[in-house]
């Protein structure tokens, strides 16, 4: 055999043994603890647009973005978030973070090792999903949103 089958037969036997990533769902589902002990559920938003934000205490663009997002959740009465901090820290130091950088959405806690099952593992932080009213995911966003790109994809001001 030459090296290039080799190659491309060890390639297809790696890509087999891999484990499949199944598509996210149109219509995802959500359901965490928050840092103040509630449930956020996602299928409970229904009829609101929900900001659904991954983001980390070392990650500079996601504390930078903390304050137009919490700022357009409280502009936006049809407008709800949730603060996915994907971040393996201690809970404790999440909360003191929180307690820091204050927001007016509720934050939860997902580890690496157990990200939510309906969402795709954020490539790079911020990760940020617009989901519409009726549940489906209108937008990802890969980096730092502002007040303008979510009012661009709402199509509000």
């Known amino acids: 055999m030459t090296l290039l089958k080799s190659f491309a037969a060890l390639a297809f036997v790696l890509a ?11 219509q995802p589902s959500l359901k965490v603890t928050t840092l103040d002990g509630k449930t956020f559920d996602l299928a409970a938003q229904r009829g609101k647009w929900v900001i659904v934000n991954f983001w980390a205490t070392w990650c500079v663009p996601c504390i930078k973005e903390m304050p137009d997002i919490s700022h357009f959740v409280a502009t936006h009465k049809n407008v709800a978030a949730i603060g ?3 971040d393996d820290s201690e809970l404790a130091d999440i909360k003191a973070f929180v307690a820091k950088h204050p927001v007016v959405y509720p934050i939860a806690q997902v580890t690496l090792d157990k990200p939510p099952k309906d969402f795709d593992e954020p490539r790079g932080l911020p990760t940020t999903y617009l989901i519409r009213p ?3 995911v209108a937008k990802p966003f890969v980096g730092p949103v ?4 979510l009012s661009a994809a709402i199509g509000q001001p």
């Open 146 to 149: 502002t007040t303008a790109s």
């Open 84 to 86: 996915l901090a994907y």
């Open 134 to 136: 009726d549940g489906t």
């Open 16 to 26: 087999l043994a891999a484990p499949a990533h199944a598509a996210m769902p149109v």
